[in-house]
């Protein structure tokens, strides 16, 4: 189990923004069907964590848990509706990384869930099929998935994935079917939310797309606010190091066949991690390749 852990740490510190969401989106269903199991268990309620993260289509409601308009978008109870979505992020991401950089990825994922839970809000609060329903709560990263989605597929339309049985199809086509499958099923009573938040985010990934075209990236302020963030992150994890003066006894020719016999042993675990995996390192190999990382 230990070795699970390692490798998944190691791939999200050395992935890109759609392996770190698959990874995120993974981590929080698991560990949200954990204690979905404890409070069964004790017969806890544990529909309260959706009101909690998703996000709810009660006006109030929404401004009292503001922090839902992000949470929501990686929260998934349904192993299917987790599935679905990462192969998705993982297909069109792949397509996306090729002509966008990894933060681009990342902010387009988030203003692609916002918009999708802004157009639910607004749909469950002026349509009257919709208002009849009630207060309800949605959660799901498939808004932030179809605003990628569309936002490679209008960007480079032209660009064909080989489909089982059908043969090469051009992305716009295949993104196109999806919508117009999210549009014919706004009136289904068993997905509603869903399907008004899918129109939200995909719309936004179109505007994207075309804006980029046209040299405007609207995910800039975005991917700012992020770096914003990271960077305060990062500032507080830092602790004052004490100043402190190395004096190299060695000579020139030593340290040199020093640093290149250090650099074989790195060589040497970098391929057997090529080779075999993270799992396979020894505990002292680990710490040489983590130092490593720091020089």
Do not use: C
């Not at 929404?62 to 978008?73: D, E, F, K, P, R």
């Not at 660009?159 to 196109?176: C, D, N, R, S, T």
């Not at 000579?251 to 993270?278: C, F, M, P, V």
């Amino acid at each position: 189990m230990a070795a699970i852990f390692d490798t998944l740490k190691y791939k999200y510190k050395t992935g890109n923004v759609m392996t770190r969401l698959i990874i995120i989106n993974t981590a929080v269903f698991v560990i949200l069907n954990i204690i979905n199991v404890i409070f069964k268990l004790f017969n806890i309620n544990s529909f309260e964590l959706i009101e909690l993260l998703g996000i709810p289509s009660d006006i109030p409601s929404m401004l009292n848990q503001a922090w839902s308009l992000v949470t929501y978008m990686f929260v998934h109870m349904e192993f299917l509706h987790l599935l679905f979505n990462m192969l998705w992020l993982y297909w069109f991401g792949q397509i996306f990384l090729q002509y966008f950089p990894g933060r681009s990825l990342g902010s387009l994922y988030l203003l692609g869930g916002l918009a999708g839970a802004l157009l639910y809000v607004i749909a469950f609060n002026t349509i009257p099929y919709y208002i009849g329903m009630g207060n309800g709560w949605m959660i799901g990263a498939s808004a932030s998935v179809m605003a990628i989605v569309m936002g490679v597929a209008f960007y480079r339309p032209d660009i064909q994935l080989h489909l089982l049985f059908l043969g090469p199809i051009k992305i716009v086509y295949i993104a196109l079917f999806a919508f117009l499958l999210d549009f014919l099923s706004l009136g289904d009573a068993t997905n509603p939310g869903g399907h008004v938040a899918h129109i939200g985010g995909a719309l936004l990934g179109y505007l994207f797309a075309i804006q980029y075209r046209n040299g405007r990236d609207i995910t800039n302020w975005m991917s700012k606010l992020i770096d914003g963030f990271v960077g305060m992150a990062k500032s507080r994890q830092k602790k004052p190091k004490l100043k402190v003066e190395h004096v190299r006894n060695e000579t020139d020719w030593d340290y040199n066949k020093r640093k290149h016999s250090e650099q074989e042993e790195i060589d040497a675990i970098l391929d057997k991690l090529k080779q075999s995996g993270y799992s396979s390192l020894s505990a002292d190999e680990k710490k040489k390749l983590f130092d490593a990382s720091k020089k």
